[in-house]
């Protein structure tokens, strides 16, 4: 079993659609939470960013993390084309500095 | 503020040939990561630098990669010689410190072994 599991679409969907991406993992000492949003020919650009469990809400953006379920999600309101891209999830323990990604989920927002 | 700096954007080498990566960090930034990214792969770590010093190089093929950071700053990476399967971006990545910061990207250099 990977470590970090994402579903790597693709995923299309029509604007303004509210979009739901995840990612399960399997170390309990992760702590720490990311969503990178990478678009094509660019290096990941870090969107949401999350201590232990909780929501967090950065405009049309909301992270939520569930560490009893092992699971954390990213949720796009009022989804735009502009939001096409790969979304990549990421996580590490406390005080360590190996971070480690999921495959990522390709996404399309339709006009 | 400044992003993190990588050049080239493009590398096209023939198998057993020799490539060099450049990377500027983010000012400030203490640490300094090295990443391969695989097309349709989540980015992997090769190597992490704390100021100049290697603080993680236990997934980087020694072989025939080797990187350096000389002054904690700018940093190289170098593969000699290439193999078809080092096809891939590298992606440098830098943070304030090495522990709760969030990593920045750059955009990586796109290298092509054929």
């Known amino acids: 079993q990977k470590e970090v599991e994402q579903d790597p679409g693709p995923l299309s969907v029509p604007e303004g659609a509210i979009v739901s991406l995840n990612c399960t993992y399997s170390?309990?000492?992760?702590?720490?939470f990311m969503w990178y949003r990478q678009y094509s020919r660019k290096g990941p650009e870090l969107l949401m960013y999350t201590y232990s469990s909780g929501n967090k809400e950065d405009g049309r953006f909301t992270a939520q993390v569930d560490k009893s379920s092992k699971y954390i999600s990213l949720f796009i309101r009022d989804s735009q084309p502009s939001d096409s891209a790969t979304y990549l999830c990421?996580?590490?323990?406390?005080?360590?500095?190996?971070?480690?990604f999921g495959k990522g989920t390709k996404l399309s927002v339709i006009p | 503020e400044a992003g993190v700096a990588q050049s080239p954007r493009y590398k096209i080498i023939e198998k057993r040939q020799s490539v060099a990566f450049w990377c500027n960090p983010i000012?400030?930034?203490?640490?300094l990561y090295w990443y391969q990214q695989i097309l349709g792969q989540g980015p992997k770590l090769l190597i992490q630098?704390?100021?100049?010093?290697?603080?993680?190089d236990s997934q980087l093929p020694k072989d025939r990669f080797s990187a350096e950071r000389l002054k904690g700053v700018d940093s190289t990476l170098k593969i000699q010689p290439a193999k078809l399967e080092d096809s891939a971006v590298y992606l440098c990545?830098?943070?304030?410190?090495?522990?709760?910061?969030?990593?920045?990207f750059g955009n990586g250099t796109r290298l092509t072994v054929t």
């Open positions: 170390n309990s000492a992760f702590q720490y």
């Open positions: 630098f704390q100021n100049n010093g290697v603080v993680d």
């Open positions: 000012s400030g930034h203490a640490t």
């Open positions: 990421a996580m590490k323990g406390a005080g360590s500095y190996q971070l480690t």
């Open positions: 990545a830098s943070s304030l410190d090495s522990a709760g910061s969030p990593l920045h």
